[in-house]
């Protein structure tokens, strides 16, 4: 699982120096209808959340995990964003 640090419900961005820039899941506006993803912007290790969402789905899927992905729109944000949610096991 090279490129992801495994914590409680969360995968956290191992391009920030201090392993803080949360990718995923994420409350995105406060909303909690999904588990949004967002490129970490302490490090912009990704150009978009789009990039983000696509290397968290490439890792999952490398993981043997099953999913459920999206986009949404967010009350309050502009455009859509994508979320990444009830992951388990195949």
Same mark, same amino acid.
């Given at each position: 699982?090279?490129?992801?640090?495994?914590?409680?419900?969360?995968?956290? &961005? +191992?391009?920030?120096?201090?392993?803080?820039?949360?990718?995923?899941?994420?409350?995105?506006?406060?909303?909690?209808?999904?588990?949004?993803?967002?490129? &970490?912007?302490?490090?912009?290790?990704?150009?978009? +959340?789009?990039?983000?969402?696509?290397?968290?789905?490439?890792?999952?899927?490398?993981?043997?995990?099953?999913?459920?992905?999206?986009?949404?729109?967010?009350?309050?944000?502009?455009?859509?964003?994508?979320?990444?949610?009830?992951?388990?096991?195949?």
């Amino acid at each position: 699982m090279s490129g992801l640090v495994v914590r409680p419900h969360a995968l956290l &961005c +191992d391009g920030c120096v201090d392993g803080a820039g949360y990718i995923w899941p994420i409350a995105s506006n406060g909303n909690q209808d999904h588990d949004w993803v967002e490129r &970490c912007d302490s490090c912009e290790r990704f150009e978009s +959340d789009l990039d983000a969402a696509y290397y968290i789905v490439q890792r999952l899927r490398a993981m043997g995990a099953l999913f459920d992905c999206g986009v949404a729109p967010i009350p309050g944000v502009s455009g859509v964003q994508h979320w990444i949610d009830n992951v388990r096991s195949a």
